[in-house]
């Protein structure tokens, strides 16, 4: 079920054998999406411009009568929009000679001149009568009974319903029309059905429509005799009825599948045993293997080896095979970047049913059969087969669908042939990007197509052979083109920018060079084209980890080549100022004096050697930590160390063991033990009281940000601040600071800033 807002995106599968390839109108709710049962319940499915729709049976049949005189959107209006009180004076203009009065739009409407023209009392009657049927078989809106405390829903009017039955049966003796004579019995079924009379609803069916069973009409009776079955106990008679009806119409797919999966729940051998034919049990296996949307795929290839031994022109049997590749291809998918699959064993059955489904096709779907061993070989590991099978599928004509498809499994096939991306596969790869990139940025399944091509597949292949490089321009070209966020952030958020922000110096060098080369191949050109990642960008990125690490000299260094316009984009505020409540938010105080990363790196450097070389140098050490302060988790200047900062941090203020496995730099930056020992030492050489109990203060700060966290399980990750808060009372320079400082003006604005050290002052 789909629980809340508007569901998933259709588009957002992990697939490149695309579940529209068979192109079948009537089965679009049957096409493959994680996560919900009918595709076309996902987000966005109509917005996205999907034009395989089913034709309006009951149009196309008016249209019929009407001898293909009347436009289906004119057609469509009368029967649909019009007003009944509209369609009740046609015919009573028509069979009473009442003066027509009806509105301007109805008189113009084509249908209606017809009706008029041919004076056709007997269909101008019937329409008349089924706009009177039915405002009594629309959905029910329940309300709340605060009386029986329970939902209930309102009760439908059963005498009128009774009444309509009644008119209905005798107009349909009346009309002479074989096709009138059965849209009259169906609305007389309906009013029965809708009335809660389901054993006369099955009475009447038999009575009133014993066939032929030429049309949509009869099943749409046979469906309503199907849900009497239902409400009536006969599950297993219901669901026969229901897979005759979804197996010999397009009219009703959806719906009748829906009452047969609440019928039988996924068990069909009793139903199996009312079939009457092998052409009846080839649908219900049809049907038996739509059933699986999750879990196993194992269903889908015995539902479909089923059906096509019974009937191997059964509808459906595409659908339901490309079912069985998209449920694999999203766990199989990611270890077609190297030798990682390890599920090929799921392989062999359903490419052993391609190739036999193949060598028995109509020359119109070979080109399928043979795809689908082509990809499900890919997915396997075996490049050569993949190649071999789509050779076949490209000797048939394909539908613009299969031609898709087949050039979206060529691409992956040139990634792995070799496996190894060379500069020659980059060469041959190069167009086949192009024109997937185009389409992507027009339409929106193609954005996910290329998305995973880009990220999924190419970048993982890159890396797998050691490239982290390009595999990391994979993600930046996938973001230039406007397509995805999925590398191409400037904060280093994203996977794409994670994965340079986490990379060996030695590799991030590499980088540095293979952006800066000025002899790049035509794909390395377009792989990087535009792209966030320059190598200003990188050396900030390098620069910004020395200072991560207190590395302000090799800092320094490398911040000194990158362009002032990327320096200028980062400020920070003034770094040698303590702040007695932690705040990112900058003030007006904040702007008097500021830095750059290459100033703040120059004076971190400069303050690091003062307090080296003399370690009494208590100014020295009060700004030194500041600064380190400053550029923590909890300062103003945490810019110097990250590039996004998130107000929730699993590792901030509590001394988990998580955080205990980080990084030495990643650890202080967290537990800012540096800055309270240089507070401390600051502290010690300093003599003026007022700065000795603000450094103080600053280390208590300090302190505070590790407190022990009893409970260390995932279900107590963020701790009751209550833990937080007592903690503050075990601190040991708040206690001395009280004790030795309370006489201080810094004592007595601090305890009137910080609720925190105000509740400890005034705590017994």
Same mark, same amino acid.
């Given at each position: 079920?789909?629980?809340?807002?508007?569901?998933?995106?259709?588009?957002?599968?992990?697939?490149?054998?695309?579940? !529209?390839?068979?192109?079948?109108?009537?089965?679009?709710?049957?096409?493959?999406?994680?996560?919900?049962?009918?595709?076309?319940?996902?987000?966005?499915?109509?917005?996205?411009?999907?034009?395989?729709?089913?034709?309006?049976?009951?149009?196309?049949?008016?249209?019929?009568?009407?001898?293909?005189?009347?436009?289906?959107?004119?057609?469509?209006?009368?029967?649909?929009?019009?007003?009944?009180?509209?369609?009740?004076?046609?015919?009573?203009?028509?069979?009473?000679?009442?003066?027509?009065? /009806?509105?301007?739009?109805?008189?113009?409407?084509?249908?209606?001149?017809?009706?008029?023209?041919?004076?056709?009392?007997?269909?101008?009657?019937?329409?008349?009568?089924?706009?009177?049927?039915?405002?009594?078989?629309?959905?029910?809106?329940?309300?709340?009974?605060?009386?029986?405390?329970?939902?209930?829903?309102?009760?439908?009017?059963?005498?009128?319903?009774?009444?309509?039955?009644?008119?209905?049966?005798?107009?349909?003796?009346?009309?002479?029309?074989?096709?009138?004579?059965?849209?009259?019995?169906?609305?007389?079924?309906?009013?029965?059905?809708?009335?809660?009379?389901?054993?006369?609803?099955?009475?009447?069916?038999?009575?009133?429509?014993?066939?032929?069973?030429?049309?949509?009409?009869?099943?749409?009776?046979?469906?309503?005799?199907?849900?009497?079955?239902?409400?009536?106990?006969?599950?297993?008679?219901?669901?026969?009825?229901?897979?005759?009806?979804?197996?010999?119409?397009?009219?009703?797919?959806?719906?009748?599948?829906?009452?047969?999966?609440?019928?039988?729940?996924?068990?069909?051998?009793?139903?199996?045993?009312?079939?009457?034919?092998?052409?009846?049990?080839?649908?219900?296996?049809?049907?038996?293997?739509?059933?699986?949307?999750?879990?196993?795929?194992?269903?889908?290839?015995? *539902?479909?080896?089923?059906?096509?031994?019974?009937?191997?022109? /059964?509808?459906?049997?595409?659908?339901?095979?490309?079912?069985?590749?998209?449920?694999?291809?999203?766990?199989?998918?990611?270890?077609?970047?190297?030798?990682?699959?390890?599920?090929?064993?799921?392989?062999?059955?359903?490419?052993?049913?391609?190739?036999?489904?193949?060598?028995?096709?109509?020359?119109?779907?070979?080109?399928?059969?043979?795809?689908?061993?082509?990809?499900?070989?890919?997915?396997?590991?075996?490049?050569?087969?993949?190649?071999?099978?789509?050779?076949?599928?490209?000797?048939?004509?394909?539908?613009?669908?299969?031609?898709?498809?087949?050039?979206?499994?060529?691409?992956?096939?040139?990634?792995?042939?070799?496996?190894?991306?060379?500069?020659?596969?980059?060469?041959?790869?190069?167009?086949?990007?192009?024109?997937?990139?185009?389409?992507?940025?027009?339409?929106?399944?193609?954005?996910?197509?290329?998305?995973?091509?880009?990220?999924?597949?190419?970048?993982?292949?890159? #890396?797998?052979?050691?490239?982290?490089?390009?595999?990391?321009?994979?993600?930046?070209?996938?973001?230039?083109?406007?397509?995805?966020?999925?590398?191409?952030?400037?904060?280093?958020?994203?996977?794409?920018?994670?994965?340079?922000?986490?990379?060996?110096?030695?590799?991030?060098?590499?980088?540095?060079?293979?952006?800066?080369?000025?002899?790049?191949?035509?794909?390395?050109?377009?792989?990087?084209?535009? !792209?966030?990642?320059?190598?200003?960008?990188?050396?900030?990125?390098?620069?910004?980890?020395?200072?991560?690490?207190?590395?302000?000299?090799?800092?320094?260094?490398?911040?000194?080549?990158?362009?002032?316009?990327?320096?200028?984009?980062?400020?920070?505020?003034?770094?040698?100022?303590?702040?007695?409540?932690?705040?990112?938010?900058?003030?007006?105080?904040?702007?008097?004096?500021?830095?750059?990363?290459?100033?703040?790196?120059?004076?971190?450097?400069?303050?690091?050697?003062?307090?080296?070389?003399?370690?009494?140098?208590?100014?020295?050490?009060?700004?030194? *930590?500041?600064?380190?302060?400053?550029?923590?988790?909890?300062?103003?200047?945490?810019?110097?160390?990250?590039?996004?900062?998130?107000? !929730?941090?699993?590792?901030?203020?509590?001394?988990?063991?998580?955080?205990?496995?980080? #990084?030495?730099?990643?650890?202080?930056?967290?537990?800012?033990?540096?800055?309270?020992?240089?507070?401390?030492?600051?502290?010690?050489?300093?003599?003026?009281?007022?700065?000795?109990?603000?450094?103080?203060?600053? #280390?208590?700060?300090?302190?505070?940000?590790?407190?022990? /966290?009893?409970?260390?399980?995932?279900?107590?990750?963020?701790?009751?601040?209550?833990?937080?808060? *007592?903690?503050?009372?075990?601190?040991?320079?708040?206690?001395?600071?009280?004790?030795?400082?309370?006489?201080?003006?810094?004592?007595?604005?601090?305890?009137? !800033?910080?609720?925190?050290?105000?509740?400890?002052?005034?705590?017994?």
């Amino acid at each position: 079920m789909t629980a809340c807002a508007d569901g998933p995106d259709p588009y957002a599968e992990l697939s490149f054998f695309l579940n !529209t390839i068979n192109k079948e109108p009537a089965f679009v709710p049957f096409y493959y999406s994680p996560s919900v049962v009918f595709y076309t319940d996902g987000y966005g499915f109509e917005e996205n411009g999907f034009d395989d729709h089913v034709p309006d049976e009951n149009l196309r049949m008016w249209q019929g009568y009407c001898r293909q005189e009347v436009p289906a959107a004119d057609l469509d209006s009368f029967i649909y929009v019009f007003d009944a009180s509209e369609v009740s004076r046609v015919y009573e203009h028509l069979g009473r000679g009442v003066a027509l009065a /009806v509105t301007e739009k109805t008189a113009a409407n084509s249908f209606t001149r017809w009706l008029l023209k041919n004076k056709d009392v007997e269909a101008a009657q019937y329409l008349s009568f089924a706009k009177a049927c039915q405002p009594y078989t629309g959905p029910l809106d329940g309300e709340w009974n605060s009386t029986s405390n329970s939902y209930e829903l309102p009760k439908r009017d059963s005498a009128a319903m009774e009444r309509l039955a009644d008119e209905g049966m005798k107009l349909r003796e009346q009309a002479k029309n074989r096709e009138i004579r059965q849209r009259y019995a169906y609305q007389v079924l309906r009013m029965a059905f809708y009335s809660g009379q389901y054993d006369r609803t099955q009475e009447l069916f038999d009575k009133l429509v014993p066939g032929p069973e030429d049309n949509f009409l009869y099943y749409r009776c046979l469906a309503m005799k199907a849900g009497a079955m239902y409400r009536s106990g006969d599950k297993t008679g219901a669901a026969y009825l229901y897979s005759r009806v979804f197996n010999e119409t397009d009219d009703q797919k959806k719906t009748v599948y829906t009452s047969f999966r609440w019928a039988v729940n996924g068990d069909v051998k009793e139903v199996l045993k009312r079939c009457k034919n092998d052409h009846e049990k080839a649908g219900v296996y049809i049907m038996r293997g739509m059933y699986d949307y999750t879990g196993s795929e194992e269903p889908m290839i015995e *539902a479909l080896q089923s059906a096509y031994k019974l009937d191997p022109a /059964v509808k459906g049997l595409e659908v339901l095979m490309t079912r069985c590749i998209n449920k694999m291809e999203g766990e199989m998918i990611p270890g077609t970047a190297g030798d990682k699959n390890h599920h090929k064993e799921n392989l062999a059955a359903p490419n052993t049913f391609a190739q036999k489904a193949a060598a028995g096709a109509k020359r119109g779907s070979a080109a399928y059969w043979n795809l689908c061993s082509a990809y499900l070989y890919l997915l396997g590991d075996d490049a050569a087969n993949c190649q071999v099978y789509l050779g076949k599928a490209k000797t048939f004509k394909m539908t613009t669908n299969e031609a898709e498809v087949y050039s979206l499994i060529n691409i992956l096939y040139v990634i792995r042939r070799d496996g190894r991306i060379n500069a020659g596969t980059e060469a041959e790869l190069l167009p086949l990007l192009q024109g997937v990139e185009a389409r992507a940025g027009r339409e929106g399944r193609y954005a996910s197509v290329y998305t995973n091509l880009m990220v999924t597949i190419l970048s993982a292949a890159y #890396a797998a052979q050691g490239d982290d490089v390009k595999a990391v321009y994979c993600y930046s070209r996938c973001g230039y083109a406007g397509i995805s966020s999925a590398g191409y952030t400037e904060d280093y958020s994203s996977d794409g920018g994670k994965m340079l922000d986490n990379m060996p110096f030695e590799k991030l060098h590499a980088a540095e060079a293979f952006i800066s080369n000025k002899d790049k191949t035509p794909y390395e050109q377009w792989l990087t084209g535009s !792209t966030v990642y320059t190598e200003g960008a990188l050396l900030e990125l390098e620069g910004t980890r020395y200072i991560r690490m207190y590395e302000f000299g090799k800092a320094a260094d490398v911040l000194a080549r990158v362009p002032d316009t990327l320096l200028k984009k980062r400020q920070l505020p003034d770094v040698m100022v303590s702040h007695i409540q932690d705040s990112q938010d900058w003030n007006k105080s904040d702007s008097g004096a500021s830095y750059n990363k290459l100033q703040f790196a120059r004076k971190m450097l400069e303050l690091q050697q003062a307090v080296t070389i003399d370690p009494k140098n208590g100014r020295a050490a009060y700004q030194y *930590a500041n600064a380190l302060y400053n550029m923590s988790y909890y300062g103003k200047a945490h810019h110097a160390y990250d590039y996004y900062r998130s107000s !929730t941090d699993a590792y901030a203020y509590f001394s988990y063991q998580d955080r205990n496995k980080l #990084a030495p730099y990643e650890q202080e930056h967290y537990n800012v033990r540096t800055p309270e020992k240089y507070y401390l030492q600051a502290y010690e050489n300093s003599t003026d009281r007022e700065v000795k109990a603000r450094c103080l203060f600053m #280390a208590a700060k300090c302190w505070q940000k590790n407190c022990p /966290v009893t409970d260390q399980g995932q279900n107590n990750y963020f701790p009751d601040e209550k833990e937080y808060y *007592a903690n503050t009372f075990r601190n040991p320079h708040l206690r001395r600071l009280k004790s030795e400082y309370g006489d201080t003006k810094f004592f007595a604005n601090a305890a009137g !800033t910080c609720s925190y050290f105000r509740d400890y002052v005034h705590a017994k």
